[in-house]
């Protein structure tokens, strides 16, 4: 068993210590490009000869760190790609959400990409710097999501896009997916999904309406029928409970159509970027109660709480109340997933209800268009965890005899 080196420290990332089978003094260094520790015998058995010897050593590890020309760096890359998703989030190309995401990937203090690959030479950068990079990040934070990694991932390939594009380099290196769980989403089971006495999200609307009656308060804000009303147009419309997407949306967004009956809603700038989607007949009747309300409505008012320039604001007041809403009829969580209800339980509960109430008739390509998402998200995040039930057995029989 070894005895505990006893160390000299010289400067920050440099010390010499001996050990006990050596007469022999070692030198460790800290080496910046491969953010590891060197360890090295000096060949001097005197304190004074090994501190000049890992001096030397010291002095021609920095001599070899060369400085790389700062057009080729990845922070240059990255400050392009930075400008590029807010010229394309102010286009329409891309939504506020995507450019977020890309500066809150890049720029991270603690972990982002910048922080670690800043002053690197995008030539040099290949697979291995990545996966030390995710390693790394295994190590310092173990509690981010598989969908949190693939961001940064996906902000790394952006990074060096610019960088091919510009001639730079050839090749964007592979970068493996972090695997991600298909966890099922959390909705409000419904009837015939589950029993009539089982239907939470008749309660839920029971109970809205009930606190609008009883002119509940929140906060000191009074809840009223615009809460069951908004509630009712998230589940009809498939549109998402954000600033960018729900409250963002105007009178002059929307169209009523008939043929069939529904409203096509304008999202200008929502999750997914710009989009024009059909809604459920029942959205129409929705519409008409909120045009009611507000008799002197103009195109540029918003739908929902108008009252409120500062959407943030808007938002707020609602999910204080949703909250509210969801601890009074007890249905803070899904009692299957045991997942917490949020407002995005909702749009949750939308997409289910079109699988299940559908017979499984529904186009799944065309639900996800109008939702705003992709057929492989519903795939894998709603039809594939929907119990078995009388609907889909209708659907399954429905097509040929069989004896």
Not at 15 to 20: F, L, M, N, P
Not at 37 to 61: F, N, P
Not at 227 to 241: A, K, N, T
Request: glycine share 4%; with cysteine; charged share 30%.
């Amino acid at each position: 068993m070894s005895e505990t080196p006893s160390a000299i420290k010289l400067y920050k990332g440099l010390s010499i210590y001996r050990v006990a089978k050596s007469r022999f003094w070692y030198v460790r260094i800290w080496d910046r490009t491969r953010k590891k520790y060197l360890v090295k015998s000096t060949g001097e058995d005197t304190v004074i000869r090994a501190r000049e010897v890992a001096q030397e050593l010291a002095l021609s590890l920095l001599r070899s760190e060369r400085v790389t020309d700062t057009q080729y760096q990845f922070k240059t890359y990255a400050i392009k790609m930075l400008n590029k998703s807010k010229v394309q989030a102010a286009d329409g190309e891309r939504s506020i959400g995507y450019m977020k995401s890309i500066h809150w990937a890049i720029q991270n203090e603690d972990w982002g990409l910048v922080k670690w690959f800043g002053p690197k030479d995008v030539r040099k950068l290949r697979t291995h710097d990545f996966q030390e990079y995710f390693a790394e990040l295994d190590r310092r934070r173990p509690d981010l999501s598989s969908s949190t990694k693939n961001t940064l991932m996906a902000a790394f390939r952006n990074v060096l896009k610019i960088a091919r594009d510009e001639g730079v380099i050839d090749v964007i290196p592979a970068t493996p997916r972090a695997r991600q769980k298909d966890n099922p989403r959390p909705f409000f089971r419904f009837h015939p999904l589950v029993s009539k006495e089982e239907d939470v999200y008749k309660k839920l609307l029971n109970t809205a309406q009930a606190m609008a009656n009883e002119m509940v308060e929140v906060r000191g804000i009074t809840v009223t029928d615009e809460l069951y009303d908004l509630l009712l147009f998230v589940v009809h419309s498939f549109v998402r409970p954000i600033t960018t997407e729900l409250y963002a949306l105007k009178h002059k967004d929307v169209t009523v159509a008939d043929d069939p009956k529904r409203l096509i809603l304008t999202v200008q700038n929502g999750k997914t970027g710009y989009r024009s989607s059909n809604t459920m007949p029942g959205a129409v009747a929705i519409y008409k109660r909120i045009c009611d309300r507000n008799p002197e409505r103009t195109a540029e008012d918003y739908l929902f709480l108008p009252e409120y320039a500062n959407r943030t604001t808007a938002s707020k007041v609602i999910q204080r109340q949703f909250h509210a809403l969801l601890d009074r009829a007890n249905i803070q969580h899904d009692a299957v997933t045991g997942k917490k209800h949020t407002l995005y339980s909702l749009r949750h509960t939308a997409i289910c209800m079109r699988l299940i109430l559908s017979h499984g008739k529904v186009n799944i390509f065309n639900l996800a268009k109008n939702a705003g998402t992709s057929v492989d998200q519903i795939e894998r995040f709603y039809a594939k965890h929907l119990p078995l039930s009388r609907e889909m057995a209708i659907n399954l029989q429905s097509f040929g005899g069989q004896d």
